[in-house]
């Protein structure tokens, strides 16, 4: 099983409830309101990390949830916040909401990224303490969050992508030159999943990756193409790995111009990746002469290097080359992307709470955008206020729910009498 894709679930954690207690203390008879704040919801959190490199894990669990806040309490005390969840994935994964816009892109090692946050606490009664309310009986409710669905989809992050038909030694190549140990053998989608591995030449490392062999039509999806082109998108370089014997019957020339097409045909912008060509199994009958029509064909454009992997001939010249050619290349970039947040802060609904029988709270959207806009010690700006209230049908809202002369109305910091 290898999954490189997948669906999962997240959300963040509830705020707790603010308190509504009351002092009380022998002897005393009022002592005022001291309910606590409840605590914020716990955030979701993506880290990558290197230590993994399929989404496996994400086959058994799909859904992941932050802890809720603890509700506010006697005494002022808070409530607990709620704890964060962390959802570890391969670098190089990239998170998408729904609709396919980019979240995130989980591009380096030890990346953090909080892509929901927790709901905030509803405020305790002691906020609510006027001269003319002492002893307000009412708290505030904490944020109550929503579900998301978000997409996982990695996209392997390597210098070297090994391109090319099945069967031709790219896992072979990949097995001398590093320190992998992909699985070999002699018929075809021997390697279904991306193998990566770490190639020295003296002190310069570099990551190679050998991808499932390609086939026609692989660039419109044939022979799952388009999940194997999926792991080169994001390498520098490409080594186009040729059974230049052509021991299967096909002609190598054949093979090259084919695969080419199908991976510019998959995304034309990986015409501009560089890439030199692996001229394998040479120790096998036609192979110099397929070698000699190669290179009087493509020697000009692509540099060709004979290669037995088999028995190690050639790949120490083709490993050097391609630690020069790395050095004169850019390191990898992270996808260029507007980020989407999943959270619509700024969306203009609300809602209303009832705290108790004649106070009421209106939350959303609507309220964060007022709180921003409006400035209550001025007069036009309360004028504002109202109408934006009126016109949104928050007041209609409000009646409807049993708000009536004399009501309490919290919107964010303003606190006005409903006047019906
Ligand atoms: N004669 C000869 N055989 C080779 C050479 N390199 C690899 N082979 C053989 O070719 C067969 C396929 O090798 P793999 O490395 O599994 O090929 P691959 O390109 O990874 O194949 P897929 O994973 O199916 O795409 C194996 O039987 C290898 O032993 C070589 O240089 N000469
Ligand atoms: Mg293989």
Redesign the pocket.
Known sequence: MFIDKVKIFIKSGNGGNGSASLHTEKYVNNGGPDGGDGGKGGDVVFVATSSENTLNAFHYQKHFRAGDGENGGRQRSFGKQGDDVEIKVPVGTVIKNADGDIVADMFEDGQREVVLRGGKGGRGNWHFKTSRRQSPSFAEHGVKTQEYEVMLELKTIADVG?V????????????VVSDAK???????????SPNLGVVSCYDQTFVMA?I??LIEGAGEGAGLGHNFLRHIERTRLLVH?L?I?G?EGRDPLADFELINNEIFRYDKSLTELPMVVAA?????PSAQENLDRFVAKYGDKYQVFP?????H?GVDELVTVLAKILQTLPPPQPLSYQPIRLQKELSDDFAIDVLSEDVFEVTGGLVEMLARKVNLDDYDSFRYFQKVMRDRGVIAALRRVGAHDGSTVIVGEIEFEFVD
């Open positions: 090994l090319g038909f099945p069967n031709v030694g790219k896992s072979t190549l990949l097995s992909p699985k070999i053998a002699n018929y075809h989608f021997t390697t279904l050998d499932p062999g790995v059974d014997s021991s394998n199994k040479m120790d096998m290669l037995t992997a088999l028995i001939e």
